[in-house]
C-alpha cells in the first residue's frame, strides 16, 4: 500500500501503533504523538479511531479479493491456481506487515454493520480458495475430503507467516509461499495426471 498524504500517514502510524499495542489499548493522543501533532489535529482527517481500523481491514480484504478473483479468472489448472493463490496472498501480507497484522488480528473489533460487511468478503475470499479446490478435485489432481476445513488449513498456515516473517530473513516471500505450496498440497493428496 502507498501512504502520500497526510489522510494516509495517519493510517501508516495507526497501523503500526495497533500492531504494537493492539486496537483496544491504542490511542488517538499515543497516535497523534507519533506523527508530531496535537490530538485534536486527528479529527480533521479522520472521524474516530472506528474509522482507522474499518480502512485498514477492508482495504487489505480489497487486496486480497482481488488476488483471488484475478487467479481464478486465469485459465490455469488448479495446481497453478493454488500456487499462485499462495504466493499472492504471502506477497500482500508481507508488503504491509502492520496492516495486515491489524487486519488479521482486530477485524473482530469493528463495530456493526461493517463487521458484517467484513465477514461477507472474508467469506468470498475464502469461496474463491474453495472454487480451485473444487477444480483441483474436476481436474483429479486434488482430494479433500472436507473443503472448508482444507481451505481453513491453507489460510491458517498463510496467515501465521505474519507471526514469524522477517524481512531480513533467511526466507523471501516466493520462498516462503513455495514451501507452503508443498507442505499444503501434501495433505491435499496430489495425484498424478494420468
Not at 23 to 43: D, H, N, P, Q, V
Request: with cysteine; net charge neutral; glycine share 4%.
Amino acid at each position: 500500500m502507498e501512504y502520500s498524504s497526510r489522510k494516509e500517514q495517519i493510517f501508516k502510524a495507526a497501523a503500526k501503533l495497533f500492531r504494537k499495542k493492539g486496537y483496544e489499548a491504542s490511542t488517538m493522543r499515543e497516535l497523534a504523538k507519533m506523527l508530531g501533532i496535537e490530538a485534536a489535529s486527528l479529527y480533521s482527517h479522520i472521524k474516530s479511531k472506528d474509522e482507522l481500523l474499518e480502512t485498514i481491514c477492508f482495504r487489505m480484504a480489497d487486496e486480497l479479493l482481488r488476488a483471488i478473483d484475478e487467479v481464478n479468472d486465469l485459465y490455469f489448472n488448479a495446481e497453478e491456481k493454488l500456487a499462485t493463490a499462495i504466493k499472492n496472498h504471502i506477497k500482500i501480507i508481507t508488503g504491509d506487515m502492520d496492516s495486515s497484522t491489524v487486519f488479521l488480528r482486530d477485524w473482530r473489533r469493528l463495530q456493526e454493520p461493517r463487521k458484517s460487511d467484513f465477514i461477507k468478503l472474508r467469506n468470498k475470499y475464502e469461496f474463491g480458495f474453495t472454487q480451485i479446490l473444487i477444480n483441483g478435485e474436476n481436474e483429479n489432481v486434488f482430494k479433500a475430503h472436507d473443503k472448508k476445513f482444507a481451505v481453513l488449513t491453507i489460510l491458517s498456515a498463510v496467515n501465521w507467516v505474519t507471526e514469524w516473517y522477517n524481512p531480513n530473513g533467511s526466507m523471501t516471500p516466493d520462498e516462503i509461499s513455495e514451501h507452503l505450496y508443498k507442505f499444503i498440497t501434501s495433505g491435499l493428496e496430489v495425484k498424478p495426471v494420468m
